[in-house]
């Protein structure tokens, strides 16, 4: 018999109430392997039949939605799958011999345009055999609401192991997660503590109302309000295909430009989408006179958060594709930032998430049936940046050889930037609707050049 084991916190009910036929909520990763050196001919069909062989799902793997029909129920929750069967989540898939770049991410593309089964757990993997140099890959997706990027990558770091020699290590879903703590016997709260509690939110709520007027009356100080972005072509109602690019940088490389610049290593992230899109839409005859602005996800989680559910704040920059200079884009950009990120300093966690939520509220009016093209974007689109695993890791002794995030285009917002960090590389993932966001493969393309523009400027 099913039971109850969670209740849906208000983001991650949020991003239920926000899946469409069109703007689908699950994020992904695209990992490719090395094989084993000692792997046999048929590796992938003996890793499938242990696949079948263990059956067994533990949380979060083996929830799934109390209210399938209705995503979005007011009372929704998570419960346990008493049939998981393994075998829909686990799949088995290959290129025509020898698979290059393009066509894998021509599978993973497709893949990822399909909707999740809300009647099932809201995960799949795909093991994708056939890629050039006898390599294979692994492709994964859940929906936003059951976990976050944070929480997906510590889960990802946690089921891989750190040497070759490691052959045991079982699938992410077959692996119990730590034990919690049980939850204390609930007691009536006393005046006092009810008090405590009203005083941190008016104070809450005090802070983001000032934090909020300062945005929108700034001029000169690099902030970005909301609803100021141009209009642009990423910013259409999209349909449900996507295309998927991908792009690799050294971290060491990218560091050394952010020093030069007295910047951060995502200021240069931002500075290499900057570049990459300016020089796209300038082709395109499609360059606004404006600046383009991102949304970028803030993690608000405490140091040593195991993740779980969706913890996240969120600021807004320019990315000064207004700008002709490489150099002066970036400090544009690093001003920007700089003045965003002291908007949220010294605000509680709860004060943070109340102006993201704040900030991110117009975005709900592109979602208006209608919408779309009359009412001025929030922002242009979402870059966002996670840290991955700093070692090496392996999967049965084949090695992975890079981590490419897949995010959310949605109404209005049709091109998502991810990057996630992998040892001593960035892996950049691109992903745009197929309809209204052309040529991201060039788009992957001119970061790079981007890149080198920056490292040549003054």
Known sequence: MMRAT????????????????????????????????????????????????????????????????????????????????????????????????????????????????????????????????????????VHHALVDGYTGIQLLSHSLAHTPEARDTPLFFARATAARTPTAAWRAPTLEALLGVLREQFGSTRNVIKALAKTLSAKNEGLVAPMQAPHSIL???????????????????????????????????????????????RELGALPARPLTAMLPVNIRPKGDPGGGNAVGSILASLATDVDDPGERLRTIIASTRAAKAQLAGMTRSAIMQYSALLMAPLLLSQIPGAVGRVRPAFNLVVSNVPGPTRPLYFRGACMQAYYPLSIPFHGYGLNVTVVSYVDQLNFGFIGCRDTVPHLQRLAVYARAALEELEASS
């Open 6 to 141: 969670k209740r849906l916190n208000p983001l991650d009910w949020t991003f239920l109430a926000a899946e469409t036929r069109e703007s689908m909520m699950h994020v992904g990763a695209l990992m490719p392997f090395s094989m084993p050196p000692d792997a046999p001919a048929d590796w992938l069909r003996g890793l499938m039949d242990e696949v079948r062989a263990e059956a067994r799902a533990f949380a979060p793997w083996n929830l799934k939605l109390r209210h399938p029909q209705l995503i979005a129920h007011p009372r929704q929750a998570w419960v346990e799958d008493a049939h998981f069967d393994v075998e829909y989540h686990v799949r088995r898939s290959a290129l025509p011999a020898p698979g290059d770049e393009r066509e894998l991410g021509i599978l993973v593309s497709r893949l990822h345009s399909h909707a999740i089964d809300f009647h099932r757990p809201p995960w799949e993997v795909h093991f994708i055999e056939g890629l050039e140099g006898g390599r294979f890959a692994m492709y994964f997706k």
């Open 235 to 281: 910013n259409r109602r999209i349909g449900r295909n996507r295309r998927f690019a991908t792009q690799q940088f050294s971290v060491a490389q990218l560091k050394a430009v952010a020093r030069r610049h007295d910047g951060t290593l995502n200021d240069v992230v931002l500075a290499l989408c900057a570049g990459a899109l300016r020089r796209l839409l």
